[in-house]
């Protein structure tokens, strides 16, 4: 799983990656040095879990990707079967093309099977 | 090039410019510089980039054009910095390494190269002005206290290795000025004058500055709590803008006027009425709706408001504890439809939809909405005129 983060690393403008479960356990990092692996396994756990209940609570259905856009920065959450893909981006970087760069490690790590933690 | 077609590509770069001119709005800014670089003319493209974004901060299209024509010019240099900080390191090539990641935009890479300086020279001023120059900047844009605190941290550093850094004096005074403490402020300016006692418009500040009778928030001393009590507020004490370092690269948010809210509202019905828009909502700061339309299929009004309401606390609380800044956009992606959040000039804008509408084109849509109802100062005084 990691040769997989170490490839998405590689794509410019990617700062780093993680597969969390919901729960926000690590189950593989590939971080840069500014990234604090706890920290941003925390927050994956935050958003994911408060987003799952607001969309249940108004009827809709489970989320297959979230994207965030800050003033310094890109952060995609992309459903990767048992777990989540988490993808912490410069502010500079296309959404379109890392997209597809990021739901191909998301269907990779979904084909890998059951994760045991 | 025949005269027919430089005819027909002036006429056309002479229809953008009118209507950056009449109607600016993000998408229009970004026509006018993608048509200059299509056309050749990159220098025109980034100027015009650089303009758009002075209004609309967080245009991707124009932080896109931006980059594409800055890169041109300063990979050669980027590139030379780059082995040199490996062969030849010295504080002025890292120095210099994180000028380029600052006008490239990439603020992070900036930070870092001015963390990797100050590690290998701790005697240096250099990378710790640098790094109380970024934090400033993004403490006056987006209010987060970590950014401010971090801010005063490294610029107080610079002062304490270099008493006589006029800019770090500037800058501090700057700092407190928006915080409130202007005994703060005025002390700093105060150095900045023992320093250069011929800077008329330091000077006539203080003087200003000794006239006034009460500061506001004295009660609060620590700088620390003052800028969490900004972050709470959404507000400054004063404003940036007032302070005579203040430059006008749109540090402070970009242009914000005031709001047409009848106008807002009618064109989110328009809005409503298009392919793919299911709900919309228009909340102000304090979470009240000021427009809103659902075409019946999707949640009620009172659910989508209180689901965009949480999407941006939880999306906005995400950004800041990964020190990214303050939210621009969320996109959730779902099987039911897709929510898009925004939070642009001090408004949070949600949208649900689906197929044929896309992410970026809602995220255009939106700010393009936000534009056409909120007249700036400058426009507003030229209308009445």
Same mark, same amino acid.
């Given at each position: 799983m990691r040769s997989i983060l170490k490839r998405l690393n590689d794509v410019v403008g990617v700062k780093g990656s993680l597969v969390v479960t919901r729960d926000g356990i690590v189950i593989a990092a590939h971080l840069s040095r500014?990234?604090?692996e706890d920290?941003?396994?925390a927050m994956a756990a935050t958003v994911i879990q408060s987003t799952r209940r607001n969309l249940e609570k108004h009827g809709m259905r489970h989320f297959a990707r979230i994207t965030l856009v800050a003033s310094h920065g890109k952060m995609v959450f992309a459903d990767a079967g048992p777990a989540f893909l988490v993808v912490v981006m410069d502010r500079n970087v296309e959404l379109g093309p890392v997209g597809i760069e990021v739901e191909s490690a998301a269907m990779r790590i979904r084909n890998q099977g059951t994760i045991s933690v | 090039m025949s005269i027919a077609d430089k005819l027909r590509r002036w006429r056309d770069l002479a229809r953008l410019k009118a209507r950056v001119r009449s109607e600016p709005s993000p998408s229009?800014?970004?026509e006018y510089a993608e048509r200059l670089i299509a056309f050749g003319e990159i220098d025109e493209? !980034?100027? @015009?980039?650089e303009e758009g974004m002075r209004s609309f901060p967080d245009s991707e299209r124009l932080a896109q054009v931006k980059l594409f024509a800055k890169k041109r010019s300063l990979t050669g240099q980027l590139r030379k910095l780059r082995e040199d900080a490996q062969r030849r390191p010295s504080p002025v090539v890292f120095t210099q390494l994180a000028a380029i990641y600052r006008e490239l935009g990439s603020q992070d890479e900036a930070l870092e190269a001015a963390q990797q300086c100050a590690d290998r020279y701790p005697l240096n001023e250099g990378p710790h002005l640098v790094t109380g120059e970024i934090r400033l900047e993004r403490w006056l844009r987006d209010m987060i206290a970590k950014d401010g605190i971090l801010a005063e941290e490294a610029l107080r550093r610079v002062t304490r290795l270099n008493g006589h850094n006029v800019r770090?004096?500037? !800058?501090? @005074?700057?700092?407190?000025w928006a915080a409130g403490d202007v005994s703060a402020c005025r002390r700093h300016l105060r150095s900045v004058l023992s320093i250069t006692p011929a800077a008329k418009e330091v000077q006539e500040f203080v003087r200003s500055l000794g006239s006034a009778e009460t500061e506001e928030n004295d009660e609060i001393r620590d700088f620390g709590d003052r800028a969490r009590a900004i972050e709470e507020s959404g507000g400054f004490p004063r404003q940036a803008s007032d302070f005579p370092s203040c430059d006008a690269s749109g540090r402070t948010g970009g242009?914000?006027?005031?709001?047409?809210?009848?106008s807002l509202r009618a064109d989110v019905l328009a809005l409503g009425g298009g392919e793919g828009v299911r709900n919309i909502a228009v909340l102000d700061r304090d979470g009240d709706i000021l427009a809103d339309h659902t075409d019946g299929t999707g949640p009620t009004r009172r659910q989508f408001c209180e689901l965009v309401t949480a999407t941006a606390s939880v999306a906005d609380d995400a950004s800041r504890r990964m020190d990214t800044g303050a939210l621009v956009r969320a996109e959730v992606e779902s099987p039911s439809g897709n929510v898009t959040v925004v939070r642009v000039r001090g408004l949070t804008i949600g949208v649900l939809y689906s197929a044929p509408l896309r992410g970026e084109r809602v995220w255009e849509l939106v700010q393009d909405l936000v534009a056409r109802n909120s007249q700036a100062p400058a426009s507003a005084e030229a209308a009445r005129a």
């Amino acid at each position: 799983m990691r040769s997989i983060l170490k490839r998405l690393n590689d794509v410019v403008g990617v700062k780093g990656s993680l597969v969390v479960t919901r729960d926000g356990i690590v189950i593989a990092a590939h971080l840069s040095r500014s990234l604090q692996e706890d920290v941003v396994a925390a927050m994956a756990a935050t958003v994911i879990q408060s987003t799952r209940r607001n969309l249940e609570k108004h009827g809709m259905r489970h989320f297959a990707r979230i994207t965030l856009v800050a003033s310094h920065g890109k952060m995609v959450f992309a459903d990767a079967g048992p777990a989540f893909l988490v993808v912490v981006m410069d502010r500079n970087v296309e959404l379109g093309p890392v997209g597809i760069e990021v739901e191909s490690a998301a269907m990779r790590i979904r084909n890998q099977g059951t994760i045991s933690v | 090039m025949s005269i027919a077609d430089k005819l027909r590509r002036w006429r056309d770069l002479a229809r953008l410019k009118a209507r950056v001119r009449s109607e600016p709005s993000p998408s229009a800014w970004g026509e006018y510089a993608e048509r200059l670089i299509a056309f050749g003319e990159i220098d025109e493209a !980034l100027a @015009a980039a650089e303009e758009g974004m002075r209004s609309f901060p967080d245009s991707e299209r124009l932080a896109q054009v931006k980059l594409f024509a800055k890169k041109r010019s300063l990979t050669g240099q980027l590139r030379k910095l780059r082995e040199d900080a490996q062969r030849r390191p010295s504080p002025v090539v890292f120095t210099q390494l994180a000028a380029i990641y600052r006008e490239l935009g990439s603020q992070d890479e900036a930070l870092e190269a001015a963390q990797q300086c100050a590690d290998r020279y701790p005697l240096n001023e250099g990378p710790h002005l640098v790094t109380g120059e970024i934090r400033l900047e993004r403490w006056l844009r987006d209010m987060i206290a970590k950014d401010g605190i971090l801010a005063e941290e490294a610029l107080r550093r610079v002062t304490r290795l270099n008493g006589h850094n006029v800019r770090a004096h500037m !800058l501090l @005074a700057e700092l407190y000025w928006a915080a409130g403490d202007v005994s703060a402020c005025r002390r700093h300016l105060r150095s900045v004058l023992s320093i250069t006692p011929a800077a008329k418009e330091v000077q006539e500040f203080v003087r200003s500055l000794g006239s006034a009778e009460t500061e506001e928030n004295d009660e609060i001393r620590d700088f620390g709590d003052r800028a969490r009590a900004i972050e709470e507020s959404g507000g400054f004490p004063r404003q940036a803008s007032d302070f005579p370092s203040c430059d006008a690269s749109g540090r402070t948010g970009g242009a914000r006027g005031r709001l047409d809210v009848e106008s807002l509202r009618a064109d989110v019905l328009a809005l409503g009425g298009g392919e793919g828009v299911r709900n919309i909502a228009v909340l102000d700061r304090d979470g009240d709706i000021l427009a809103d339309h659902t075409d019946g299929t999707g949640p009620t009004r009172r659910q989508f408001c209180e689901l965009v309401t949480a999407t941006a606390s939880v999306a906005d609380d995400a950004s800041r504890r990964m020190d990214t800044g303050a939210l621009v956009r969320a996109e959730v992606e779902s099987p039911s439809g897709n929510v898009t959040v925004v939070r642009v000039r001090g408004l949070t804008i949600g949208v649900l939809y689906s197929a044929p509408l896309r992410g970026e084109r809602v995220w255009e849509l939106v700010q393009d909405l936000v534009a056409r109802n909120s007249q700036a100062p400058a426009s507003a005084e030229a209308a009445r005129a």
